[in-house]
């Protein structure tokens, strides 16, 4: 794009005042096309690495480079980086739905417990993978209205990023708690924890800590933005207490209707 610079301001009356303001936006348009092509870049970038070892498999395959007995196994590597390149595609969708105003929600009366008891479920072979331990607080039905399937995404999320960023042999621990008006469900960690300067960013759109400690996990710094996205929807809040190489607690507080 063609370089504006600022329009020289020399009045104090009403011309002054426009000269700034049109000043003013120019510098916010400079700025969101700075993030423009940042975003662009940095996706690029994230799409790059599991293509290029998708590509790398596959021709590897077809010119019998990887022979037939060890095939399984790039497969299965395949498999993974396609995983992953859904996973951002998916989160980028959600975000561009959830920043037009777009993304609906349905509403339905559901068990909570049974929800959590299902993420855990759907998580256990990473979790035992990494020999981390689960307790879970909570009764055995607790009923709320809320859109099910975001928040299945809001609590597997959540549990997902326990236990990356818990060292193995660590424990998590999950609760519910039911209030008269309110339901709030708590994940906690003993992991690697987050640094208080850190700490008012990690709901942005794209923040990661330590950009390269989770390089290939996890996806592009959008899950926490988009889950505190979904429960802004439902009118709900989430806070996040943590300490470095202590861990981590992620409260999610949702009203019952
Ligand atoms: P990502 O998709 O990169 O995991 P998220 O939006 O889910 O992005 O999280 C943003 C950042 O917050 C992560 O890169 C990670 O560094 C940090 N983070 C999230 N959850 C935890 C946790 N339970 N313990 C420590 N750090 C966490």
Request: no cysteine; hydrophobic share 40%.
């Given at each position: 794009g063609k370089e504006v610079?600022?329009?020289?301001?020399?009045?104090?009356?009403?011309?002054?005042?426009?000269?700034?303001?049109?000043?003013e936006m120019k510098q916010q348009l400079q700025k969101t096309e700075k993030m423009r092509k940042e975003l662009i870049a940095g996706v690029s970038h994230e799409l790059r690495?599991?293509?290029?070892?998708?590509?790398?498999?596959?021709?590897?395959?077809?010119?019998?480079?990887?022979?037939?007995?060890?095939?399984?196994?790039?497969?299965?590597?395949?498999?993974?980086?396609?995983?992953?390149?859904?996973?951002i595609t998916?989160d980028l969708l959600d975000l561009a739905k959830l920043e037009a105003g777009n993304?609906?929600?349905?509403?339905?009366?559901?068990?909570?417990?049974?929800?959590?008891?299902?993420?855990?479920?759907?998580?256990?072979?990473?979790?035992?993978?990494?020999?981390?331990?689960?307790?879970?607080?909570?009764?055995?039905?607790?009923?709320?209205?809320?859109?099910?399937?975001?928040?299945?995404?809001?609590?597997?999320?959540?549990?997902?990023?326990?236990?990356?960023?818990?060292?193995?042999?660590?424990?998590?621990?999950?609760?519910?708690?039911?209030?008269?008006?309110?339901?709030?469900?708590?994940?906690?960690?003993?992991?690697?924890?987050?640094?208080?300067?850190?700490?008012?960013y990690?709901?942005d759109k794209f923040y990661r800590?330590?950009k390269?400690?989770?390089?290939?996990?996890?996806?592009i710094g959008l899950?926490?933005a988009i889950?505190?996205n979904?429960?802004?929807?439902?009118?709900?809040?989430?806070?996040?207490?943590?300490?470095?190489?202590?861990?981590?607690?992620?409260?999610?507080?949702?009203?019952?209707?």
């Amino acid at each position: 794009g063609k370089e504006v610079t600022d329009i020289p301001m020399t009045r104090k009356d009403e011309i002054g005042v426009l000269v700034q303001s049109f000043n003013e936006m120019k510098q916010q348009l400079q700025k969101t096309e700075k993030m423009r092509k940042e975003l662009i870049a940095g996706v690029s970038h994230e799409l790059r690495a599991p293509l290029a070892a998708i590509r790398g498999f596959v021709l590897g395959i077809l010119d019998g480079v990887i022979p037939s007995n060890q095939q399984e196994k790039y497969l299965t590597v395949i498999l993974k980086e396609t995983e992953h390149l859904t996973r951002i595609t998916d989160d980028l969708l959600d975000l561009a739905k959830l920043e037009a105003g777009n993304l609906p929600i349905n509403k339905t009366v559901f068990n909570v417990s049974s929800l959590v008891n299902e993420v855990i479920t759907i998580l256990s072979k990473h979790r035992v993978d990494k020999g981390i331990t689960i307790k879970t607080v909570y009764e055995a039905e607790i009923l709320l209205l809320a859109d099910k399937a975001r928040i299945k995404q809001v609590i597997l999320n959540l549990v997902e990023n326990a236990i990356r960023y818990t060292n193995p042999g660590g424990n998590i621990s999950i609760s519910i708690r039911e209030l008269s008006s309110t339901i709030s469900i708590s994940i906690s960690d003993s992991g690697i924890g987050i640094n208080v300067e850190e700490l008012p960013y990690i709901f942005d759109k794209f923040y990661r800590v330590e950009k390269s400690r989770n390089h290939a996990s996890g996806g592009i710094g959008l899950g926490l933005a988009i889950i505190k996205n979904i429960v802004d929807l439902h009118r709900g809040r989430i806070v996040v207490e943590s300490e470095r190489n202590i861990g981590s607690t992620f409260t999610v507080t949702l009203p019952k209707e």
